[in-house]
């Protein structure tokens, strides 16, 4: 199995949280960047204590190393919608945890 075959494109997407006139927070998904990024099904099989690990649909690896510490981030491809909920940038791969959302929210 060969990662760089498995990449495909992605839009990344960055939560920017905004205020409307009557002060009520309304989430806003603006595009920041297409990406490479090879995303596959978290198998069942591993047994693991890491929430985060546990709460995860799927895992990813992309050579994208820009993440904003503290920003909310979520892939889109053909109506799928997958929310970054832990990054690590170490190493030559950034490796993602990614959590299927019902709805594209916005």
């Given at each position: 199995?060969?990662?760089?075959?498995?990449?495909?494109?992605?839009?990344?997407?960055?939560?920017?949280?905004?205020?409307?006139?009557?002060?009520?927070?309304r989430e806003?998904?603006?595009?920041?960047?297409?990406?490479?990024?090879?995303?596959?099904?978290?198998?069942?099989?591993?047994?693991?204590?890491?929430?985060?690990?546990?709460?995860?649909?799927?895992?990813?690896?992309?050579?994208?190393?820009?993440?904003?510490?503290?920003?909310?981030?979520?892939?889109?491809?053909?109506?799928?919608?997958?929310?970054?909920?832990?990054?690590?940038?170490?190493?030559?791969?950034?490796?993602?945890?990614?959590?299927?959302?019902?709805?594209?929210?916005?």
């Amino acid at each position: 199995m060969s990662i760089n075959r498995d990449m495909s494109l992605w839009m990344l997407q960055r939560n920017d949280e905004t205020r409307t006139p009557s002060g009520a927070s309304r989430e806003k998904w603006v595009d920041v960047e297409t990406i490479m990024a090879a995303v596959y099904k978290k198998g069942e099989m591993r047994v693991t204590s890491n929430v985060r690990y546990q709460e995860a649909s799927h895992t990813g690896l992309t050579y994208y190393k820009a993440f904003a510490k503290k920003k909310e981030y979520r892939l889109v491809r053909e109506e799928q919608y997958l929310q970054i909920t832990s990054c690590n940038i170490e190493g030559r791969l950034t490796n993602l945890l990614l959590k299927e959302m019902e709805d594209y929210g916005g």
